[in-house]
């Protein structure tokens, strides 16, 4: 068990930039924050993910842990959480999204439910496509190549708030194309 002052010490490591404080901290924390990540998303691979997000996010931003305000396990759990939480909200909306853009399966569907399908998916594409090029290539890039917001922002070459901007914005002005359209309610 660690205590605050161990945090505190590890903390002005990680800020030095001690990647022996990061791997320590790895070793100490990694198995409760990947059980804490598989409980929430029900997904071990997102898990994973979730995982490498947080100890990342540890790493590139040290100062965002403050050991003045409560322990580094606490930190880790809150982050973990929210992370996950983000994990599955992105991974459902790709699906719907995915969803609205996969061809038809004309073979199931009467000859109106294809044509509503389609009409649909003429409605998205274009929504798509009336986005601001920013917002267009993110959501496209997410949506429709399946990046994640942090490869949206390599691919972009922008920061990865950035990134994660344009797609919340993208997403909103694509969900009040589409409920204009009567796509979506």
Known sequence: ?????????????LVG?????????YDSW???????????????????????DVFVHLWERPGAYDPGRGSLRTWLCVTTRGRAL????????RRRYQ??????EVAEAGVDESILWQTEVKAVR?????????????VTLAYFHERTYREVARDLSI????????LRVGLAHLADLLKAEGIID
């Open 30 to 52: 990694s198995a409760l924050v990947f059980s804490l990540a598989v409980r929430i998303t029900r997904d071990r691979a997102g898990a994973q993910d979730v995982t490498q």
């Open 86 to 93: 983000d994990w599955i909200r992105r991974t459902e909306t």
């Open 126 to 138: 274009a929504a798509v496509q009336a986005l601001p090029a920013p917002q267009r290539e993110a």
């Open 1 to 13: 068990m660690r205590t605050g002052d161990s945090d505190a010490r590890l903390h002005e490591r």
């Open 99 to 104: 969803a609205a853009a996969a061809p038809p």
């Open 159 to 166: 920061p990865e708030g950035t990134a994660k901007s344009r």
């Open 17 to 25: 930039g001690d990647d022996d404080a990061l791997a320590e901290i």
